[in-house]
């Protein structure tokens, strides 16, 4: 079914890929049981807090530059938006100024719940319009603006004819979908539908990255290809965005964030998807550089780049192998991520005790077999018998941990990292994905795992003293899994 | 009609989670969307200077995650399930039930689920904390206030004498509120009373909430937040309560504080002078050891204020800045939103009092971007501001590369631990703060005049 970017909002993940977030077993049954799309996401009876979509929609579009963000919500939705300060870190090692974070709230209050929240709303959009004079102005929706009801569209409507800037929609409340990564795909429709213009001319050098605000670990190696990449979406401009339309192809540095705007760009704008999985761990590096060529014609520049990189980085890996191989790890990330993770601390030698992944996307947009992360990561590297999804839930993981004693865990996510480091295992959070990305991304993982193996006596005086909210009978509870069966069957 | 807000200093009334967090062994369960104990969570802890999850917090907090279908056919029984499981799986003292948007607009009604529960004998409050209701310091009153009437609840006191109650700061909302707590505590214990300090480490838990009745006053250490908790008391339980308008800092207001309290209680007054003495003699002799910095280095020591802050903070830094530092006040910006015209026009009298100067520049404002745009205004070129505030005042000070000290949520690139601006100790780590700022902020030397 072709991706309609002129309707007013995309599905869920929920319904579009069927996306879960409870499941244990071995990672080859979630796999062919995602192939006929016949997992069943079992309800979880106690639960931890998750996250949301209007959290996942913040990240991608509250640092795009000059564009100003309008949260239609209680002042809660946008209360964290400081961290966004972290911006000037972002531009920093990209080496490029600083934006400005401009986002107001229209703090909903008692008033609008009862009489509605549309006026409030379009005073905000043209407060936001005068206050930061922006290309583009995007709206996001929330819990409260959903269940109330307020005409978004006729707001953008109005404000669009009077200002002459695209007016963004953004439907990303939170009840909506139980998994937050709907968001992603929120933001990629309103850019799609609202900013993205048609190509004037092809950029026959330019390829689109779809990443988050991390360094750029690719415009040196692309030189070397003579390709430009086009990051996308945190810290790009409005402009860069409106020409995404002109690139040669679009890459997703990870499919969980990428999968829904690039296959709609593929389809509405002929910009072709990369279909390999992404660039993470020496061998997929490889092939993805490969892969690239082919899509570019570059494919002679691309071998002499595969060489060159093999070889400076293969001492380096080397050493770190001898250090790191037999060493017990968990990985603990979002849906795509972990598959990658696994891969590259299989390629060290170290052994995957399990694997939990935040949500799992039982397809993806294309269908495309090589985007099925979990299956290329299973046919790359094998199985993986102790595998489950579970939107953070660290009660559940409290147990996994104390009983399989990981040397290390990695993570990629708010909240989960500390799990770890409570049980006094060494714990890494992953969190800049570009940086873990190519050739020099396997030696970064390897020497932050070494770095946090060698402090152990950190995480050791931490679980001495720690003290955990579970119950006697929780923490001898064999099953981690307990509460997910079904209500009824308890 | 609700504000506009950009560059936020506080939350929604859900992030009221955090009071129930400050009570050790006490823990939230959240029936709202998946997203919202997470974000409140971290609006109150690392954008309050990291900190951390605690005992329960951060991932840990249990939430029902509502969704379309508890939208459309009602939530209570997914709450009612989640609540009985948290029994299970938690070992806590108490359970506070608190109500999201999505629960709050379809009217699920969470007190009643509480009450349910009590009656059963379990540990359980709950309070309506919808984000669209108000602000966290509004939800904060409103879950100590549930507390008290659902799980104190309707006793006879039995009042022990010199036992007191202290209601101040809004846990998390003042990043600082760990060391301040403790500070409070220590003073009041140093002139012999007993201490409910109900919230952070040196607070024993539910205990201390059950003993509240009992106290012989309460005290109040803030400008208006509490206000309807001492009220509530003195109706429910005939508990007196003595009110001193904001949060004392340095060696005049702490020690004015204490006189007033002797005055109010009918303490030993021999006994408080002593204390009074010591920790004067203390102070001032740390203050008058400043003598030869100042002397010295006073060309390059910034000298005009500019506060940005709520009114608990903001009145009790400006005091002691302006009436024992001699700073200039050029601009105090109060950031939460006093809920009637009356409480801010008591502030403005407690601000009237402490002098002129700071009275003529105070500014009511909690939307950021205005308080930037005004201080910008305000410092134009100047290179001789200090700026006490947030995370978002960096972008004011790096203009004239000024000093900014952390004073005022949010803080995101600070770690906060057990530091305090509040009391004798407050005022000494408030002046270390302001003076070794400026070596921190660029190497300096005295026959260099960089300013």
Redesign the interface.
Same mark, same amino acid.
């Not at chain 2, 299970?88 to 806590?92: E, P, R, S």
């Given at each position: 079914m072709a991706i309609d970017i002129k309707k007013s909002e995309v599905e869920t993940r929920d319904n579009r890929l069927g996306a879960v977030l409870a499941f244990h077993g071995r990672a080859s049954t979630l796999q062919k049981d995602s192939s006929k799309r016949a997992v069943k996401d079992d309800e979880r009876i106690y639960s931890q807090c998750s996250d949301c979509s209007q959290g996942c929609a913040e990240v991608l579009s509250y640092m795009i530059r000059d564009a100003a963000i309008v949260v239609h919500s209680p002042l809660g939705c946008l209360s964290p938006v400081s961290i966004y300060e972290r911006v000037e870190a972002s531009s920093k090692v990209r080496g490029i100024e600083a934006p400005k974070i401009q986002v107001i709230s229209t703090n909903i209050g008692i008033d609008s719940t009862v009489y509605g929240g549309v006026k409030i709303l379009k005073a905000a959009v043209r407060e936001a319009y005068d206050r930061f004079h922006p290309k583009a102005i995007l709206i996001h929706s929330s819990c409260a603006a959903g269940i109330i009801g307020d005409d978004i569209e006729s707001v953008v409507d109005e404000a669009e004819s009077e200002l002459g800037i695209p007016i963004v929609p953004i439907y990303c409340e939170g009840f909506k979908s139980k998994t937050w990564t709907s968001g992603f795909d929120a933001v990629f429709h309103g850019i799609l539908r609202k900013i993205v213009k048609k190509p004037i001319k092809k950029q026959e050098d330019l390829v689109n990255i779809i990443n988050f605000a991390g360094q750029d670990a690719y415009t040196a190696l692309f030189k070397r290809i003579n390709l430009r990449p086009n990051l996308i979406v945190p810290n790009s401009s409005v402009d860069q965005l409106a020409i995404m339309s002109e690139a040669a192809c679009t890459i997703s540095i990870c499919e969980s964030l990428g999968t829904y705007g690039a296959a709609a760009l593929e389809q509405n704008y002929g910009v072709p998807q990369l279909k390999v999985s992404s660039p993470y761990g020496i061998e997929w590096t490889d092939r993805w550089f490969r892969e690239l060529a082919k899509l570019t014609n570059r494919t002679e520049l691309a071998e002499k780049l595969i060489k060159e990189e093999n070889e400076r980085i293969k001492p380096i890996i080397e050493g770190y192998r001898k250090i790191l191989k037999g060493k017990r790890a968990y990985v603990y990330s979002g849906d795509s991520f972990a598959h990658y993770l696994t891969n590259m601390v299989r390629e060290y030698g170290m052994e995957v005790v399990g694997v939990t992944t935040l949500h799992h996307d039982q397809t993806t947009d294309t269908k495309s077999p090589s985007l099925d992360t979990l299956g290329e990561m299973i046919k790359y590297t094998g199985d993986v018998e102790r595998f489950s999804v579970c939107n953070k839930q660290p009660f559940i993981m409290y147990k996994i941990f104390s009983e399989l004693k990981p040397d290390i865990l990695i993570t990629r996510h708010d909240s989960i990292a500390t799990i770890g480091t409570k049980l006094g295992i060494p714990s890494i959070r992953a969190n800049d994905i570009n940086v873990l990305s190519c050739y020099d991304g396997s030696v970064n993982l390897g020497a932050r795992i070494i770095d946090a193996l060698n402090s152990n006596k950190f995480f050791k005086t931490i679980s001495e003293h720690v003290k955990f909210p579970y119950s006697s009978w929780w923490i001898n509870q064999k099953d981690p899994f307990y509460f997910d069966k079904k209500a009824e069957t308890k | 009609?609700? =504000?506009?807000?950009?560059?936020?200093r506080?939350?929604?009334?859900? !992030?009221a989670q955090t009071t129930v967090l400050a009570i050790p062994r006490a823990?939230p369960i959240?029936h709202a $969307?998946?997203?919202? !104990?997470?974000?409140? /969570?971290?609006?109150l802890s690392?954008?309050a200077g990291n900190q951390?999850?605690g /005992?329960?917090g951060?991932?840990?907090? *249990? @939430?029902?995650?509502? $969704?379309?279908k508890?939208?459309v056919f009602g939530g209570e029984n997914k709450l009612r399930?989640?609540t009985e499981?948290?029994f =299970?799986?938690?070992?806590?003292d108490l359970f506070v039930l608190l109500s999201?948007?999505?629960s709050?607009?379809?009217g699920d009604d969470i007190v009643s689920i509480a009450n349910e529960f009590r009656e059963e004998g379990r540990p359980v409050v709950g309070a309506e904390t @919808?984000? /669209?209701?108000?602000?966290n310091y509004q939800g904060h009153e409103l879950v100590v206030n549930s507390i008290i009437e659902q799980f104190v609840g309707d006793v006879t006191p039995k009042v022990q004498k010199g036992l007191v109650n202290v209601f101040s700061v809004v846990p998390n909302q003042d990043p600082f509120w760990r060391g301040d707590l403790e500070e409070i505590k220590r003073i009041l214990t140093s002139i012999g009373l007993k201490v409910n300090i109900l919230f952070g480490y040196e607070s024993a838990g539910v205990f201390e909430w059950q003993n509240i009745p009992n106290a012989e006053f309460n005290i109040l250490l803030s400008p208006w937040i509490g206000l309807k908790t001492v009220e509530l008391l003195k109706k429910k339980y005939g508990t007196p309560f003595f009110h001193f308008p904001y949060l004392p800092v340095g060696g005049k207001a702490t020690s004015l504080f204490l006189k007033k309290l002797a005055a109010f209680a009918n303490l030993d007054l021999e006994k408080v002078s002593a204390v009074i003495k010591r920790e004067e003699e203390k102070f001032y002799s740390y203050i008058v050891g400043l003598a030869d910095f100042m002397s010295d280095f006073r060309s390059n020591i910034p000298n005009d204020l500019y506060l940005v802050a709520d009114s608990e903070y903001a009145i009790g830094v400006s005091d002691y800045l302006v009436n024992e530092l001699g700073l200039q006040p050029k601009g105090i910006f109060i950031t939460d939103v006093p809920p009637t015209d009356t409480i801010k026009e008591k502030i403005l009298e407690t601000i009237e009092t402490l002098g002129k100067e700071i009275r003529e520049v105070v500014y009511f404002e909690s939307d950021g971007?205005k308080i930037q745009q005004k201080l910008f205004e305000l410092i134009g070129s100047s290179k001789r501001a200090v700026i006490f505030g *947030?995370?978002?005042e =960096?972008?004011v000070a790096q203009k004239n590369n000024n000093m900014l000290i952390h004073l005022s949520m949010?803080i995101?690139?600070d770690v906060i631990l057990n530091k305090t601006f509040t009391g004798y100790t407050g005022g000494l780590k408030l002046t270390e703060e302001i003076y070794s700022g400026i070596f921190k902020h660029g190497t300096i030397d005295k026959n260099v005049q960089v300013l």
């Open positions: - | 009609m609700s =504000k506009l807000i950009e560059q936020p506080f939350s929604c009334a859900l !992030a823990l959240v $969307g998946p997203g919202c !104990a997470s974000k409140t /969570f971290l609006t690392q954008c951390g999850e /005992f329960g951060g991932g840990q907090i *249990s @939430s029902t995650n509502t $969704g379309t508890e939208v399930t989640l499981n948290a =299970k799986v938690l070992d806590a999201g948007c999505t709050g607009i379809i @919808s984000g /669209f209701t108000g602000n971007g *947030s995370t978002w =960096k972008i949010p995101v690139d």
